[in-house]
């Protein structure tokens, strides 16, 4: 059976009844003031204004852009938060950050969607100038908290903890999928319950270190421009995070929703094997 026009659906209707599984937001951040200074010389202000409401100054070099926008935010654990919002003005970019208030740390991680001229190059063409397959750009970015970036700042570092795993995520009562975790930039998932049930592709990916069980996981699709990031907490067999791309199938309206799941080793193959 060959794939369907449109079996792989947009994000906007990935998004409907998804994120059944979400963690509930948290209050904690309400009413604070924090500043990351990254590795890259960036300084980002935030101001966290009500349980809906932030603030952001983004500082470059001379160039400054202010926001103020809805966002999200989570805890996985004590003092950990995934924080999330859209920063740009043309809804292109959305900002993810991971702060580690008791490390005073930070990964920040700016997804950023194609323009209709880049979505529009052929994958083969991709492959052939040697660009990722994806056509979704990703910064990630490891800042200090509220004292300025040095040679002794901690940061969450690769992992390659994940290799080898397949592990299964309930995000609602009708969607399940399975990811295989096959080496230090790649991954497959495969959908086996919800809408897009069957469909399955191999696709770049970062994995993080957080904490001890505790996994950031970024995953980027090339046939719909998506960006994923995630927290996998595999010691209460959670993950917590958002998915973000086109409404549909064009260049336009965004989505970009928060998600969670329920989550189940499935198996582990070992990564060194001998032939």
Known sequence: MGVKDKDFISVG??????SENMMQPTNRLVGKDFSLYSEGGKKYRLSVVDIETLKCVIEDGDNEEKVICAYTAVMPREDIYFIDFIVSYGETTSMSIVLDYRKK??????????????LSIPIIERAK????LTSVNVSIEHASMDSPWTEYTP???PTSDLIGKTIEFVYSSKDAYQHTYLNEDSYTWHCIAGNEKGLCDTDQCFYYKLDDKLYLFIW?????????IVIEDLDV????????GYESHQVGRVSNFPVGSYAKIINKVSSNRQL
Do not use: N
Request: without cysteine.
């Open 105 to 118: 740390m930070a990964t920040v991680i700016s997804s950023i969607l194609p323009a209709a001229d880049e």
């Open 129 to 132: 100038q040697g660009k990722p």
């Open 220 to 228: 980027l699709e090339k046939v719909i421009p998506t960006a994923g």
């Open 237 to 244: 067999m959670r993950s917590y995070g958002k998915i973000y």
């Open 155 to 157: 940061k969450h570092e």
């Open 13 to 18: 209707e990935l998004s409907v009844g998804f």
